[in-house]
């Protein structure tokens, strides 16, 4: 046993002497530079200040199409992307953004709003962003009116056909769905 341990213990000094060559003088100096830098800004997320996170249209007409424009501006050291913008609905429709906005420039997006309803109506819109939350969100709000002169629609008759047949799944776990 004890010549296998010396054998092993020989073998791992050859190997481990044998490397001569030194491995500090492989590293290149301006890779160093560069990961430095890196390094130093691996914490300098760009900044969003928004000119405003809500706007509101007021009261507007049932059924009018309505916009405006948020501007940002990138605060940070770092270059600001925008990489989507989501709405709430498929009535609020943000385009024409600007995804990348250096540090101290500006950017802008467009929301159009087509009110639909009655009443008091506030929609939200997401930002995905590369700042530090990853997301910021605006929102848009407003007094939707019936329109006066809209005609008005008689309420439908309903009607029940006891000849119709509805067929429905026997299967266990499709209780109640109807399958025609």
């Given at each position: 046993?004890?010549?296998?341990?010396?054998?092993?213990?020989?073998?791992?000094?050859?190997?481990?002497?044998?490397?001569?060559?030194?491995?500090?003088?492989?590293?290149?100096?301006?890779?160093?530079?560069?990961?430095?830098?890196?390094?130093?800004?691996?914490?300098?997320?760009?900044?969003?200040?928004?000119?405003?996170?809500?706007?509101?249209?007021?009261?507007?007409?049932?059924?009018?199409?309505?916009?405006t424009v948020f501007?940002?501006?990138?605060?940070?050291?770092?270059?600001?992307?925008?990489?989507?913008?989501?709405?709430?609905?498929?009535?609020?429709?943000?385009?024409?953004?600007?995804?990348?906005?250096?540090?101290?420039?500006?950017g802008q997006f467009?929301?159009?709003?087509?009110?639909?309803?009655?009443?008091?109506?506030?929609?939200?819109?997401?930002?995905?962003?590369?700042?530090?939350?990853?997301?910021?969100?605006?929102?848009?709000?407003?007094?939707?009116?019936?329109?006066?002169?809209?005609?008005?629609?008689?309420?439908?008759?309903?009607?029940?056909?006891?000849?119709?047949?509805?067929?429905?799944?026997?299967?266990?776990?499709?209780?109640?769905?109807?399958?025609?």
């Amino acid at each position: 046993m004890k010549k296998v341990i010396l054998g092993l213990s020989a073998l791992c000094m050859v190997v481990f002497t044998s490397c001569k060559e030194d491995a500090a003088s492989k590293v290149k100096t301006e890779n160093v530079a560069v990961a430095a830098k890196r390094d130093a800004n691996a914490g300098n997320f760009p900044v969003i200040a928004l000119d405003k996170t809500t706007h509101d249209f007021g009261t507007i007409m049932d059924g009018t199409p309505v916009e405006t424009v948020f501007n940002y501006t990138n605060t940070g050291n770092s270059m600001l992307v925008v990489s989507n913008i989501k709405s709430t609905c498929g009535c609020t429709v943000p385009n024409n953004w600007t995804k990348e906005v250096a540090p101290g420039e500006s950017g802008q997006f467009t929301v159009k709003f087509n009110g639909k309803g009655n009443g008091k109506v506030s929609k939200s819109l997401t930002m995905t962003t590369n700042t530090e939350k990853g997301k910021e969100i605006v929102k848009i709000t407003a007094m939707v009116q019936k329109d006066p002169n809209a005609p008005v629609q008689a309420a439908g008759k309903a009607s029940i056909n006891p000849l119709s047949t509805t067929k429905t799944s026997t299967q266990p776990g499709h209780e109640g769905h109807n399958h025609d």
